[in-house]
């Protein structure tokens, strides 16, 4: 499939901010009605202690929960996301999403209101796709089997994905396909661990532009197709001037590396592969002046709030550039890191017209 601009990033991903109320309320101003939700407390003013990531979809139903920082299972709570509207979301009083004073962020992507039956594969999986912005959410039942596949309903073969258990806990959390490392092994978005070349979670076979792979209900391996266990999954390919994943390398300095995005970005996901250093997420609307450096992360796999200490990079209108020297961004030089980013807008739109940096 040929690759076009899309001219507005923000109609299918968007980040937005909000302060609690401990009632109920709606937060507007998206710009989109929502299918995937993936929100964050930022400062826990109100002392609660319920910080986790908290992780919402419309094909599970807005009340079902997942953590991005743990291996629980997926909770059902009618106080949490309680809709899905045309500009945002509706609130219920859960502390994690609505305590009094405290401050939030939720990273958001429009998919699709309607499923299919994708039965391509080996495994039958329920499935929103948005092929434009090249995301689809699968939802399957494990068959327990080694190296299946299942229908991802894009058009090109998946640059990136995650798997989760939504049903039992010893699966292991995430479970991470990163292209640029191949089938051959994992990382995972709920430990600071780096590429795991051990594990079999993809039953080391690479997805195609039909269907993905996941691997084996055994003892050392149950993490994406455990027998009569559900999953749920995100998977992206990348779109010209909305989305790219990939890898970059390290420098150890504040003149830092540039990651060419061929947009300006509004989220951006990273991790260095090695164990012992946290994933880390950037995006355009949470920095200290609202302009460079973008100076405030969050890491997927703690329930910590907002960090703004030896964290910074530049979000520019074509890409970013480091700023810091700090070991869970920019170590050692030649170091290797993976990423995801979405954009807030392309750096030369269709019409020839370029953007501003921030």
């Known amino acids: 499939m040929a690759y076009t601009t899309i001219d507005d990033p923000t109609i299918y991903m968007n980040n937005i901010l909000w302060t609690g109320n401990s009632g109920t309320q709606s937060i507007t101003g998206l710009g989109f009605k929502p299918n995937w939700v993936w929100a964050k407390v930022r400062a826990d003013n109100n002392v609660t202690g319920e910080t986790d990531h908290m992780i919402a979809d419309s094909v599970r139903g807005t009340t079902k929960f997942v953590h991005a920082n743990n291996t629980d299972i997926e909770e059902t709570n009618a106080n949490t996301f309680t809709s899905f509207d045309s500009d945002g979301f509706s609130l219920g009083n859960k502390a994690e999403l609505n305590s009094n004073s405290n401050t939030y962020v939720a990273w958001c992507w429009q998919v699709n209101d309607t499923t299919v039956t994708n039965s391509t594969g080996n495994i039958s999986a329920t499935v929103s796709v948005n092929d434009t912005a090249g995301i689809s959410i699968i939802s399957y039942t494990g068959n327990g089997s080694n190296a299946q596949t299942i229908g991802h309903s894009l058009s090109a073969t998946p640059?990136?994905?995650?798997?989760?258990?939504?049903?039992?806990?010893?699966?292991?959390?995430?479970?991470?396909?990163?292209?640029?490392?191949?089938?051959?092994?994992?990382?995972?978005?709920?430990?600071?661990?780096?590429?795991?070349?051990?594990?079999?979670?993809?039953?080391?076979?690479?997805?195609?532009?039909?269907?993905?792979?996941?691997?084996?209900?055994?003892?050392?391996?149950?993490?994406?197709?455990?027998?009569?266990?559900?999953?749920?999954?995100?998977?992206?390919?990348?779109?010209?001037?909305?989305?790219?994943?990939?890898?970059?390398?390290?420098?150890?300095?504040?003149?830092?590396?540039?990651?060419?995005?061929?947009?300006?970005?509004?989220?951006?996901?990273?991790?260095?592969?090695?164990?012992?250093?946290?994933?880390?997420?950037?995006?355009?609307?949470?920095?200290?002046?609202?302009?460079?450096?973008?100076?405030?992360?969050?890491?997927?796999?703690?329930?910590?709030?907002?960090?703004?200490?030896?964290?910074?990079?530049?979000?520019?209108?074509?890409?970013?550039?480091?700023?810091?020297?700090?070991?869970?961004?920019?170590?050692?030089?030649?170091?290797?890191?993976?990423?995801?980013?979405?954009?807030?807008?392309?750096?030369?739109?269709?019409?020839?017209?370029?953007?501003?940096?921030?």
């Open 159 to 358: 640059k990136v994905y995650m798997i989760r258990a939504r049903t039992y806990s010893s699966g292991g959390g995430w479970q991470m396909f990163h292209g640029d490392f191949g089938a051959g092994g994992r990382f995972q978005l709920n430990t600071n661990e780096g590429f795991d070349t051990s594990s079999t979670t993809f039953g080391n076979t690479a997805p195609t532009s039909s269907v993905l792979s996941v691997g084996a209900n055994s003892s050392t391996d149950s993490s994406t197709n455990k027998v009569g266990e559900s999953f749920i999954g995100y998977v992206f390919r990348p779109v010209k001037g909305f989305s790219k994943f990939g890898t970059y390398k390290s420098n150890n300095s504040t003149n830092g590396t540039f990651i060419y995005l061929g947009f300006k970005p509004s989220f951006f996901l990273l991790k260095f592969n090695t164990n012992g250093e946290n994933w880390r997420i950037f995006d355009n609307k949470r920095s200290s002046s609202g302009f460079n450096p973008t100076d405030k992360s969050l890491s997927p796999n703690t329930n910590g709030v907002d960090e703004n200490t030896g964290q910074s990079v530049d979000f520019l209108s074509n890409g970013v550039k480091l700023r810091t020297t700090s070991g869970e961004i920019n170590p050692s030089a030649g170091s290797t890191f993976i990423f995801w980013a979405f954009a807030e807008s392309p750096f030369v739109n269709s019409n020839g017209v370029p953007t501003n940096a921030r």
